[in-house]
């Protein structure tokens, strides 16, 4: 753990006392967001000490220029980011002619900040004496709307406490903004319009070459211990800014307050003619509604979520907080509401990792959804693979790959491949096995084959067409191998017969051929259009079946282990509890071919597969090799910590399983990576409900049949958390000596605990 | 081969005819240079059509933002690159008012380029007719001076053929140049002062970051029909330029010519105050001298050059003019003056590869410039490393190694590394060997062994440090091993057991040792400074040796063949035989992932260690090893036919030999890569040389004496090559069936020929 000054809290992140040097990591901590959009928690008014200004509309992107030294062939031409959008957060305010600043202040007393989890919502309150001797009480409170979510609202209290002060408030647009990662300060975002009618304004700017319309609009009013004033104001506009300057006298111990709405509207939604009327529109009836209204709805929204996403853990605050703070900022960056968004690894919280698609989204949100939302929401995720699966056919055929064969990109914004290493761009291919597993998980969990027939057919075989054409023969082994992979431990390139990798690919290949039959005997209709389509010949599937059936997998006999890769036991074999603390983590530390011949792995590899495929081996296989790598994994990727923690409880190792628990629920709030002022790491959080729901709560789909094997941290009194299960909800609630089942729903449910069989009668308590 | 248009010759380079889409070609073939600088064939007067300027400084280098996608730990901070210094070779003409600018005359006839290799001199002439219908003659000539390096000489004569004309010189210095390569227009020059004074002019302008201070200068005058008129002129001076202007009708059959000395004084050579002073009196010397004194001079050093370095070739002007061309350019870029000074992979002739210095100079060029040069030349080269050791050190520090561990850099100009892709940057590390092997060849070419106990064992100590570190310790194979590098193949990245790596890595250790051991026994107090600067221990003298001992060489019983690397035999190996030619070059038309793992060879890897360490394997060794990998190899680097050639003439097989010595020696000529445009493969020229000495000429060092084992393509009547071997000269001159050798020295001089010993006698021939 390398920080702790979140205060332990069921519901609400909070901090108390203000830190300069905490600012951005809290900044991070703090974001918030509504699907459509999201902000870092950055002060409204100006904050002139080290602080990363973020602001990001859910899949508004920019193509910049690639940074490469050395071309390599198939490089993609651009690198997508994730754009810093306008700032309609902005208000400055000026105390007797003096900006207030906390970075200038002369005192900050009282500072507190709270994300409240439960409400959605994000409040600051604190006690500055200015440097002209003003002491004033400041409250804000700020959310982004759930239920409109084209807009987020502002409430801006300020109170004189030892004298009548003069204040002024300025909210304003900006549209002057830029990224913090841009490379030489370039700019993204050209402004079309800057216009102000009454006390709304509206700046309509056009991203650079993508061309995406985004307007950001406002709208303020004023009142006095809650009574609105009807208040001139004054109105400066520039290029790229537009501001309002109100200026009252305060009477002390009055407190002034400024109201604010604003928020974007987009040309995903709307034709980018009517940008600032829909604008204009819904602040009007925001406006009409007000701030206490609309964060009734806001309280009632997230009150909605949290019935069916909720975990609880008693007696262990910290815990409860970490899985809370994970599910929350989940369903912050995605509701599934538009198939044409993703998760990005940053959500709306930082710029790096582009926002892009990872697999990310397939290992490790894809259960969350599938289980804390209705099904057409993971079914969302996968369609958007489906509506790329052309652009993956085009990647591939840069790769030198025929007839259909399908790479789906590393990275992506819209389908094409926006990264530039050729180990990862080129060489992480397993990537391609994940968007397979995802389309058998949604099946297995929901039991929904339509999919299937309809679109997950065709990205299936053209993902079966890469592996079977990937793959080469070895006359030395006489068998297929799959050489120059980088696998899920990306402390290794170009390595040759990763065990993930291959076992992935033939999985791929057999699940292919299975549904292929399973659609020509049952689907005919679907069956021939879609052979029409990918003209799949009888020769080609055995050829296939050749690759797949003859497939070469590493493995010790020595160890009784598949080796993560050829090469693997080559290395100097020195565990991580072996290595000097100094040299961690070694991604910071050390040079990268040093970390390549290492044998330090940064995220489950091997034991990826034994996740993925845990039916395909036996427990006593799964502990073999949980035994040999975990020792030799440094856990440096966020995906980490929570495929070890499910695995360590499957093994009834429940010290090392809570620990990893933590790591991975608390990664952010503890800031484990020394990087949390980048922004959180989004993704990792579904891992995160993984290690509680299939972890401790060893939920698995076994033939259809939901199953579990309940086991909990001697630390917890008890913990639950809900499931959505074919359109039922099952509630679960592990005690330390007894597990109790409550179905919502309206038919009988069989389900397996500690492989007996259990049925749940609709709204009565079962315990076991 | 896939031009053809460079007219065969013996002794020039000569191309006829105007063609716009060659003047990026013959700018490169026909490149000047005198070792201080050099330029590219640029025409004197503006061309509007696609050219490639470059004028370039010896040791005048920019550090450019570095352009990495993704940083890893220990990238330098910048990428080196060679800067397009100022043009001083500009001379404007106007013609009736109208620009002179091949790319819009009406009529372009008699064209012709002769870069004459014998004295050192480029010469262009041609008939033009305008747009206005004035048709002229122009007669151009220019060189850079051997004897006064800091200086070149144009001559520019035109010819008014059709009526009487009005011509106007523009004659001009221009700082306010570019890189062809640079990102994003970035300007490199910050310019001081712009002086003129009579006919002279003067730019003092130095480069950013780097700081070398430069003047550049010219004098002109004008001359009708060869006398000198005292011409009133008109200066426009500019920011960064300054142009003479001069007038004249000239009658119809007259000649006006412009004589232009210009050039450039650095910062290394001269105190930065007086740079234009100095420049002052250079050229103040040279108008004195003139135009053709000066060029008598060129003509006579050009002489003593060929005199020491030429290669005849008699019955195949193309291989003859192939090897002058190597030879010429090889001198026009390094003479071994100035030991601060290195090998740039393209010479003054283009920017690609930074102009840096690779382990190109150690592994090709050390052997021509010891044949060819006096010694010190040779020994200049071997203490541009010394004086780098240090840095090299640090190299090793950032990359974790201890104990003043040296890796010398991929890329250099002052010590530092300046490349970066981590797969050569920090894994490419077999370039430590042959820096070593330099000294080694150095010893054993000129029987000189001070180096070694003053400079060189502090190198070859460091250099074993480095190996000893890297390697580690396989328990599986109970050796040692190393893990993660780049071969000389560079279309395989982060292999395992690199045969080449480790076959020299175990040589660096044991050479190391060999030389403490002589040194202590010889050199005693030599022995205790190096020691007490290098603490060495004996425990870890012993620890080097315990891994040479035990280092670990992949082995194939099955070919009974060392292995290139660890999983060569996984990949799939069809040869280059049966590669389908619209595949080729490999380089240029498949992703880097699918090149890395093919079996497709860029150049001797295994066999640069069977080229290095000759005398370590039996001929049946080599043929083997030779058939095996040769029909992998692509020779897509300009340093693999050379070596091949080289084998192939030893294993007999002249019609191989022959095929790979035109490829190597005709490589830019023929441009046989397609890239001839973006300047010269300068290094590579050196392995030209080798090929016809070592390979036809079958010349090793044998125990201190000199042997060969001569051959000769059916193809050539005749070859002759002379050797400078420990200060006297050694004629050879191959014939079809015998070998003649004569002696410019005093002393008689064994040698051995095709193993039998041979006694020369100065100044009398023997046949063989």
Redesign the interface.
């Known amino acids: 753990m390398n920080q702790d000054y979140i205060k332990p809290d069921n519901w609400s992140i909070i901090e108390e006392g203000f830190d300069i040097n905490k600012v951005k990591s809290s900044e991070s901590l703090f974001s918030i967001g509504n699907g459509a959009m999201g902000q870092r928690a950055n002060f409204e008014e100006h904050y002139s000490g080290p602080t990363f200004q973020g602001s990001y509309i859910a899949g508004v992107y920019y193509p910049d220029k ?5 071309w ?3 490089y993609p031409e651009y ?1 997508a980011k994730v754009l810093n959008a306008p700032n309609w957060i902005g208000i400055n305010v000026s105390i007797d002619g003096e900006a207030l600043d906390l970075f200038n202040c002369l005192k900050i007393e009282n500072f507190r900040r709270e994300l409240n989890m439960k409400e959605g919502w994000l409040s600051r309150s604190f006690k500055a004496t200015l440097q002209n001797q003003t002491q004033i009480n400041v409250e804000t409170k700020r959310f982004l709307s759930l239920d409109i979510d084209e807009i987020g609202a502002i409430e801006y209290h300020v109170t004189p406490l030892n004298k009548d002060a003069e204040i002024q408030f300025y909210p304003y647009l900006d549209s002057g903004i830029t990224n913090e990662d841009t490379n ?1 300060d370039d700019k993204f975002w050209d402004v079309l319009t800057v216009e102000h009618d009454d006390n709304q304004a509206f700046i309509m700017s056009r991203t650079m070459k993508t061309h995406f319309y985004v307007c950001t609009s406002m709208q303020t009013y004023l009142s006095l211990n809650g009574t609105i004033l009807n208040q001139d104001k004054i109105v400066e506009e520039r290029d790229n800014y537009i501001e309002f300057q109100y200026q009252n006298k305060v009477i002390k111990g009055d407190t002034l307050t400024l109201t604010k709405f604003g928020g974007y509207t987009v040309d995903r939604n709307h034709d980018k003619k009517e940008l600032c009327s829909v604008a204009k529109r819904t602040l009007n009836e925001v406006s009409k509604l007000g701030f206490h209204a609309l964060l009734d709805l806001q309280k009632n929204s997230w009150a909605k979520i949290w019935e069916m996403a909720d975990i609880t853990i008693e007696g262990d605050v910290k815990a409860q907080q970490g899985i809370r703070f994970n599910i929350f900022q989940l369903n912050q960056t995605y509701l599934g509401k538009d198939a044409q968004l993703n998760i990005g690894p940053k959500g709306f919280t930082g710029e790096k990792y582009g926002g892009s698609t990872y697999w990310d989204t397939e290992a490790y949100c894809i259960p969350f959804y599938l289980a804390t939302k209705d099904q057409k929401v993971a079914r969302n995720l996968l369609e958007y693979r489906y509506r790329h699966l052309d652009r993956a056919i085009e990647n591939a055929q ?3 790959f025929k007839n259909g064969a399908a790479l789906y990109p590393m990275v992506t914004m819209n389908g094409e491949e926006c ?5 990862i761009t ?2 992480e291919i397993h990537r391609n096995g994940a968007i397979a597993f995802a389309i058998y998980n949604y099946h297995r969990y929901t039991g929904d084959y339509s999919y299937i027939p309809e679109k997950g057919l065709e990205v299936l075989i053209g993902i079966a067409r890469f592996w079977h054409q990937r793959a ?6 006489n068998q297929y ?1 799959i ?2 992979v980088t696998g899920p431990n990306e402390y290794e ?4 017969n990763n065990f993930y990798t291959n076992y992935v690919a033939k999985w791929c290949i057999d699940y292919a051929v299975e549904n292929i039959e399973r659609i020509e005997a049952e689907y005919p209709s679907d069956f021939i259009r879609i052979m029409n389509k990918v003209k799949l010949s009888k020769a080609e599937l055995s050829q296939w079946k050749a690759v797949a059936d003859n497939l070469y997998f590493p493995f010790s006999e020595e160890h009784n282990i598949y080796l993560q890769q ?2 693997f ?5 020195i565990t991580v509890a072996d290595l000097d603390q100094s040299q961690r983590p070694i ?8 970390i ?2 290492s044998p330090y792995i940064k995220q489950a590899d091997t034991l990826q597969g034994f996740y993925l495929f845990e039916d395909h081996f036996t427990t006593e296989e799964l502990e073999r090799h949980f035994d040999f790598y975990e020792p030799f994994t440094v856990h440096e990727s966020s995906l980490s910590p929570c495929v070890h923690s499910i695995q360590a409880a499957k093994l009834g190792r429940m010290e090392q399983a809570y620990t990893f628990y933590l790591r991975t629920s608390r990664l952010d709030l503890d800031d484990y990576n020394h990087e949390v002022h980048e922004g959180l790491h989004i993704t990792s959080m579904a891992g995160t409900w993984m290690s509680i729901v299939e972890g401790f709560g060893g939920m698995r789909i076994k033939n259809g049949v939901l199953s579990f094997s309940p086991k909990i941290p001697k630390q917890w009194k008890t913990f639950s958390f809900k499931i959505n299960f074919r359109n039922q909800i099952l509630k679960v609630n592990v005690c330390q000596n007894e597990t109790h089942f409550e179905l919502d729903g309206t038919a009988a449910l069989n389900i397996l605990v500690n492989d007996k069989l259990v049925t749940i009668h609709p709204n009565s308590l079962v315990t076991v």
């Open positions: 690639t940074r490469v030294g050395w390599k062939n198939g690198f030489w840069k790769l030198g990264h530039n290493e050729w180990e080129f060489e080469t023969f070895s006359t030395l082994r191998v050489l120059g390139n170009n390595v040759n050829d090469g036991l080559d290395k100097e074999l991604n910071q530390k050390w040079s990268w071919d040093r390549l011949r």
